[in-house]
């Protein structure tokens, strides 16, 4: 059975995101430096770039999707026409919506029964391949809190947002061992093992 891998980038102070999120700033406040390590420094850390792309099915939130605030069935996600998963991506929402197929072989899948059942299709969807949870915050503090998650990937960026969205809040007593540390300029890397 394929495993269920989580990768986030957090801030020092543990947030994914920082305060005051909005449409036209959907990572809030200071939350896009999270990040410059992807881009800025992608040579140094395409291990861990390959290890987020390799899922062959994604699970994420409505607001990672869409944002926050009121649907709109015209909205097409934030990546354009071709997102970077090239694989089936499930979200996670209480407002039905058919399927949205994108180039490059991504089609977010709206899933309105829960993360169990967005998780069976995922790992259906996925064959042999891991399923990676992709966020936000709220979505993999429902999959640590079920126990659903076989791996946590920390990629720590050294900034601190002060505010704003943390993964780990209200996960209650998560173990973890940790199985690699890597670090570069822009981020340090940690892979945990969770222990259930």
Known sequence: MSRVTCDLTISLDGFLAGPNQTLADPLGEG??????????????????????????AYIMGRNMFAGPGAWDEE????????PPYHAPV???????????????GTTFNFVTDGVES???????AAGSKDVAIAGGAQTVQ??????????????TAPIILGAGERPLD???????????????RLVTHVRYRVIR
């Open 142 to 155: 429902q999959y640590l809190s079920a126990g659903l998650i076989d791996e946590l990937r920390l990629h």
């Open 118 to 124: 967005a998780l069976a299709q995922a790992r259906k």
């Open 75 to 82: 909205w097409r996600g934030w990546w354009g026409e071709e």
């Open 170 to 184: 209200g996960v209650g007593n998560l173990k973890l061992e940790p199985t690699e540390v890597r670090g570069t």
């Open 31 to 56: 939350g896009e430096l999270l990040h410059r390590w992807m881009f800025e420094d992608a040579e140094s850390n395409a291990a861990e770039l390959d290890g987020i792309l390799a899922a062959g």
């Open 90 to 104: 499930f979200v996670l929402t209480h407002h039905p919506r058919e399927p949205l197929e994108m180039q490059g």
